[in-house]
């Protein structure tokens, strides 16, 4: 079963037959962090990324978690591991 709780940064580039504002239009909470011309960076649950896969919306690809994500940004290359 899909963690409910886990935000995870995903990369959705939506099917031939679909726009970007369509994806967009739909009310599926996304948290959108970036658009460009043939995808959208998105913030969202395992739970909506499935509901965009079942619909077939857009194709998933899921780059990190936010976690993973926060976890990078604060690390300080100079400062070592």
């Given at each position: 079963?899909?963690?409910?709780?886990?935000?995870?940064?995903a990369r959705l580039t939506p099917a031939q037959a679909v726009n970007l504002?369509?994806?967009?239009?739909?009310?599926l909470g996304l948290d959108v962090w970036e658009r460009r011309p043939d995808s959208l960076v998105v913030a969202a649950t395992d739970l909506q990324l499935s509901e965009i896969e079942r619909r077939r919306l857009a194709r998933v690809e899921k780059l990190c978690t936010l976690a993973e994500f926060r976890s990078r940004a604060n690390h300080n290359p100079e400062e070592g591991p």
């Open positions: 079963m899909p963690d409910e709780k886990t935000l995870w940064i504002n369509a994806v967009l239009d739909l009310s």
